[in-house]
């Protein structure tokens, strides 16, 4: 599996610019070896941050899928943010659901300014229309070292990549 992963991540990075390159997702990289999932947290001193870092960091690799995705098997963007919380003993789930909306809706009076932003936070998208709290479609999880992990989408999987505010 690591080797197919690996073999996937050099194909993506082969592709000419996609739709993920033209909303801000940036340098991503579909596979982590341990040692780097370790140098990245190893900088993070917060226990709770540092467990939600290193729950998503370990999926990075991981097939996207929202049919699959409460099977640890899988994961669509919100489920891999609500697993990551999980790990580390906090339920972000907004009246039983789980989806970027509805936690997002849960969290809303828990914001921080973008300049404050620490690894474990998530950030939350609008791309359009859609008719859920605040059109929210996307979430991902900030890891520090302007780093964020996310379920891209079917092409991707879970992925790491720069952050991006789009």
């Known amino acids: 599996i690591e080797l197919l992963n690996q073999m ?37 001193t917060d226990a709770k941050q540092k467990k939600v ?6 999926k990075v690799g991981f097939p996207y899928s929202q049919p699959q995705r409460d099977s640890g098997k899988a994961f669509d963007c919100s489920s891999l943010a609500f697993y990551a919380w999980k790990a580390a003993g906090v339920n972000i789930s907004n009246g039983g659901s789980t989806t ?21 936070d998530l950030i939350f998208y609008s791309y359009k229309q859609n008719g859920r709290y605040k059109n ?15 379920a891209v989408d079917p092409a991707n999987g ?8 789009a």
């Open 53 to 58: 870092a290193e729950f998503a960091l370990s």
């Open 100 to 120: 970027a909306a509805a936690e997002a809706e849960g969290l809303s009076k828990n914001t921080v300014k973008e300049k404050n932003i620490q690894p474990g």
């Open 8 to 44: 996937m991540s050099m194909y993506v990075a082969s592709l000419p610019a996609t739709d993920t390159e033209s909303i801000g997702m940036s340098n991503l990289k579909c596979s982590l070896t341990a040692s780097e999932i370790k140098e990245i947290t190893n900088k993070i």
């Open 136 to 150: 929210i479609s996307h979430v991902a999880i900030y890891v520090g070292s302007g780093k964020v992990v996310e």
């Open 158 to 165: 879970v992925c790491i990549g720069d952050y991006h505010n």
